[in-house]
């Protein structure tokens, strides 16, 4: 009786435990993010868009990675057409949107360069994205919790908090390749110039030098003529 005891012991705390395994997964879908990197030719605008919900976060991000001036034109409008932010010949930049039903429109310009395109990196952050579904209603299948040591709302919370700030670790290290990458391009972009104008510098001298030598030749050259 007692071996009976312990096993039924054992299998109401592993049913107890299995629904909130469930749990963490729907709490994890509330906070979303994305990101993508581009290729924005020149003379050329392209635009996204979004949808999100009422009392809903959208954060934006987005950063030039390659391309003469490293800059171009950027702006994010409402569902209802209005313009909320832009900037102009800007590099990188931050955006926060507190949004409400609808398609949010963000847009990169580079209409003003006829010659260079951007590679261009952007990161979309969504925060409050609930589903319809209770999050408490998982309560309801839980049995024999007065049997565990600790409560589970406290390991979902410490769960939570680990998810978050994973998450948080995880975007930071994004947007650190982000920064790593433009500088690599900025880096490789000079050492191509410095490249180039030392061979035009070389050429430059070289036929200097050789000019130099012939002229100070042609200074010590008889030229008149000896006759017998």
Sequence with gaps: MEVVRVILCVLSVFVALVPDRFVVVVAFSQS??????????A????????SMK????????YQV?????LDVDFYISS????????????SDGVHTVETEDGDYMF??????????EKLIFFELILDNMETDEDPDDWKEYVHGTDMLDMKLEDIMDTINNVKSRLGKSVQIQTVLRAFEARDRNLQE???????LWSVVNLIVMMCVSALQVYLVRSLFEDKRKIRT
């Design 43 to 50: 003379g050329r605008k392209e635009c996204f868009y979004q």
């Design 54 to 61: 009422k009392d809903a976060s959208l954060e934006i991000e």
């Design 79 to 90: 569902p209802s057409g209005q313009v909320l932010f832009s900037d102009y010949h800007k």
């Design 189 to 195: 972009s000079n050492f191509d110039r410095v490249n």
């Design 107 to 116: 847009c990169f310009d580079n209409t003003f360069s006829s010659v260079s």
């Design 32 to 41: 979303l993010d994305s990101d993508f990197t581009f290729t924005l030719p």
């Design 65 to 69: 990675l390659d391309g003469a001036g």
